[in-house]
């Protein structure tokens, strides 16, 4: 198939998602210590009300979804919706990080709606961004590639708060020291002036850039919009085995990205400061960043199923490893970042396989039933995304909670050290494991996807010519 998107679109896309993951990882990363720090949130309650705040929130994924499947603008049925989420987002992000004077039930209360609002703003614009990737090009070999470099964007984009934090702390007047503190000194937790600078920073640049993919992208893969009851909509899916699969292998293995939840905290603890996140998460992400490079290549050469399963496998080794080094051997900070190195390598299977995957599931839907429903599949896709992630960070930080840590505690117990650390990196590594199998069912892979992707060629020529 000849290869059709410019190097715009691919720039615009990726740079769209390193965008919008930026302000997602900002939250997923800073929201609870922010809460705990600035306004003496416990953080275990905290962790519940993000779950139950994303498990409401998820009921709004597949009104997106049907909403796009109705879509009838001349600027397609994906596009519009990132234009709309913009402003919502950009201005939800910045109230998140308002500190308020509450306390007790009216603080939680406060929490929960700004979240939930939040996190229907995220929704808006999260679903279309997932599902465009399956219309940017009908040649499956050159999307699986504008994937991996899009989500190799997206990956570095939800860590970059690690570095755009400390930079802005530097730059606010009376801001953290970060890297002048004294040798033995502990650094001042960050100041609710500079969470929210941050928070200003992040929203403004990351809605510009998240912008770019309605401004650089086109919609090219042929579709007709069609109106659906929500029982049809999941019936449709329900139908669809090999999404199903996919679906209940994200479930098993939520929590695989629980370091990025608790990374603050791990990074306090551990290090010593919160503005050393860099310093913890930079080795990880660089593994994880060689995985996305690494990934196409193993599928090329192995197949989507099979490098599923050994990215995984290979997560649940090098994680468990990682922690008993740490635990049991040494806590030598060179040889611990150089196993967080090793254990990032995994996060191809989870970050960048599912998409793959339900963009493939897209097109076995249209190949066994005439209909593609980019929609209702990424609107599945980015929720259950979402209550994953929710899950990973409550049970990321009510072990943080139980291991005893206090933000501004002068000395930190080995106790606590373990604990963090064995949820900063040994539980990924189990999540890892068992989301191997239902993976043990899924064909679509190698010679099945090549037909399929034939085929589905074959029937768009006929119905243009």
Not at 164 to 181: A, E, Q
Not at 210 to 239: C, G, Q
Not at 377 to 404: E, H, P, Y
Not at 415 to 435: C, E, Q, R
């Amino acid at each position: 198939m000849k290869k059709v998107m410019s190097f715009k679109e691919i720039a615009g896309y990726s740079l769209g998602l390193f965008g919008f993951q930026a302000i997602v990882g900002f939250l997923n990363s800073y929201q609870a210590e922010f809460y705990h720090a600035q306004m003496a949130a416990n953080l275990a309650v905290v962790g519940i009300l993000i779950l139950v705040v994303k498990v409401v929130s998820a009921a709004f994924d597949p009104v997106v979804g049907n909403l796009i499947e109705r879509g009838k603008s001349p600027k397609g049925k994906l596009r519009p919706f990132i234009l709309y989420s913009l402003l919502p987002l950009l201005v939800m992000t910045v109230v998140i990080f308002i500190r308020v004077g509450l306390s007790g039930f009216a603080l939680y209360a406060y929490i929960f709606v700004t979240f939930l609002l939040w996190s229907m703003a995220m929704t808006l614009g999260d679903v279309p961004s997932q599902a465009i990737a399956s219309v940017l090009t009908p040649d499956p070999t050159e999307r699986t590639n504008v994937i991996s470099i899009a989500n190799t964007f997206k990956q570095v984009g939800f860590a970059a708060a690690a570095v755009f934090v400390p930079i802005v702390c530097i730059l606010v007047p009376g801001g953290s020291r970060v890297f002048g503190v004294p040798k033995g000194e502990k650094d001042a937790p960050i100041s609710a002036p500079e969470y929210f600078a941050t928070a200003v920073f992040v929203a403004v640049v990351g809605c510009a850039l998240f912008s770019l993919i309605y401004f650089w992208n086109k919609e090219r893969v042929t579709y007709s919009s069609e109106k659906m009851t929500f029982r049809e909509m999941f019936a449709s899916l329900r139908e669809n085995k090999p999404l199903m699969l996919v679906i209940v292998s994200y479930f098993l293995g939520a929590g695989r990205q629980m370091a990025m939840a608790i990374q603050v905290q791990a990074s306090n603890a551990l290090l010593g400061s919160e503005n050393y996140v860099l310093a913890l998460g930079i080795s990880m992400a660089v593994g994880s960043m060689l995985s996305m490079v690494l990934t196409p290549i193993l599928i090329k050469k192995l197949g989507e199923k099979t490098t599923y399963i050994a990215l995984s496998l290979y997560g649940f080794i090098s994680s468990i490893l990682a922690f008993f080094i740490y635990a049991f051997v040494t806590t030598n900070m060179v040889v611990m970042f150089v196993f967080l190195f090793l254990t990032g390598l995994q996060f191809g299977a989870v970050t960048l396989m599912p998409m793959i995957m339900v963009t493939d599931c897209v097109d076995y839907e249209e190949y066994t039933t005439g209909k593609r429903r980019e929609g209702p599949a990424f609107s599945v896709l980015t929720l259950t995304i979402k209550v994953c992630l929710a899950i990973g960070a409550a049970l990321g930080l009510i072990l943080v909670q139980v291991s005893g840590y206090q933000a501004e505690a002068a000395e930190v117990t080995s106790y606590t050290k373990n604990v963090i650390y064995f949820a900063y990196v040994a539980l990924p590594g189990i999540f890892s494991l068992l989301s191997i199998f239902p993976i043990l069912k899924y064909d679509i892979s190698g010679e099945k996807k090549k037909q399929i992707a034939e085929a589905l060629q074959q029937r768009r020529a006929s119905a243009e010519g």
